[in-house]
């Protein structure tokens, strides 16, 4: 089945500085992929959607300027949390979407990165 | 707005018993409906996904969804559960207006061995 990493898995940083978490897609290319963010014994909310070779989308009340993402080639996404803050601690899980036709439209996620921010 | 409703918090069952998660969707148009499982300390996996054809999909590991379009409904159901299958359960439809999924709340499973 299609694979999708994430690195690292787990990140701790001080208040202020920048992450980047990676996204790729290990056996077949996405040209889109999408960020959701995980609360504790909630759901995955959508936080912003990454197009190969065009800026991102990003939901409403996601800044893009705190949440840089670069989508560089059809099998790499990244997410830098810029300037973090405690309350950007989190559970940031990617998904690159397969689609090959209507009948293929699925997304493969990858297995998240715990980001606390101290 | 889309949205995905399931109804069940936590189920805890015995090993062996049947096993039914409820999901509702609210979407006008068609859907692509997947139930998505989540084992403790490990990433998504798809469990089974429903697209056309036939309302009644089989998936990984004896799990099976109907897809009730009169009801919104797309309930995940296995006979008889087994310890492992310990894990939280999310349903998902793909409704969102950049192709993303929308997810319902989760159903957390904790089977007794």
């Known amino acids: 089945g299609a694979v999708v990493s994430q690195h690292p898995s787990r990140v701790i940083c001080k208040s202020g500085t920048s992450v980047k978490i990676e996204c790729r897609s290990l056996?077949?290319?996405?040209?889109?992929m999408f960020w959701y963010r995980q609360f504790p014994k909630q759901s995955l909310m959508l936080m912003a959607t990454?197009?190969?070779?065009?800026?991102?989308?990003?939901e409403q009340g996601v800044e893009k300027d705190k949440f840089l993402i670069n989508h560089a080639s059809l099998t790499l996404s990244t997410l830098t949390v810029t300037s973090a803050h405690p309350e950007d601690s989190s559970f940031y899980i990617c998904?690159?979407?397969?689609?090959?036709?209507?009948?293929?439209?699925?997304?493969?996620f990858g297995p998240g990165t715990r980001l606390t921010v101290l | 707005a889309q949205s995905v409703s399931q109804h069940n918090h936590h189920v805890i069952l015995s090993e062996a018993a049947s096993l039914e998660l409820g999901c509702n969707y609210s979407?006008?148009?068609?859907?692509?409906l997947f139930w998505y499982v989540q084992y403790p300390g490990q990433h998504l996996q798809l469990l089974l996904k429903?697209?056309?054809?036939?309302?009644l999909v089989k998936g990984i590991k004896g799990f099976e969804a109907e897809f009730i379009k009169s009801k919104f409904s797309f309930n995940l159901r296995k006979p008889s559960v087994q310890w492992s299958d310990t894990a939280e359960y999310f349903c998902?439809?793909?409704?969102?207006?950049?192709?993303?999924?929308?997810f319902g709340k989760g159903t957390k499973l904790s089977v007794k061995p």
């Open positions: 998904s690159a979407r397969l689609w090959a036709g209507t009948s293929t439209d699925t997304q493969y």
């Open positions: 056996d077949f290319q996405a040209t889109t």
């Open positions: 990454s197009n190969e070779g065009s800026k991102a989308t990003y």
């Open positions: 979407y006008g148009g068609t859907v692509n």
């Open positions: 429903y697209f056309s054809g036939d309302p």
């Open positions: 998902a439809v793909n409704g969102g207006s950049q192709g993303n999924l929308i």
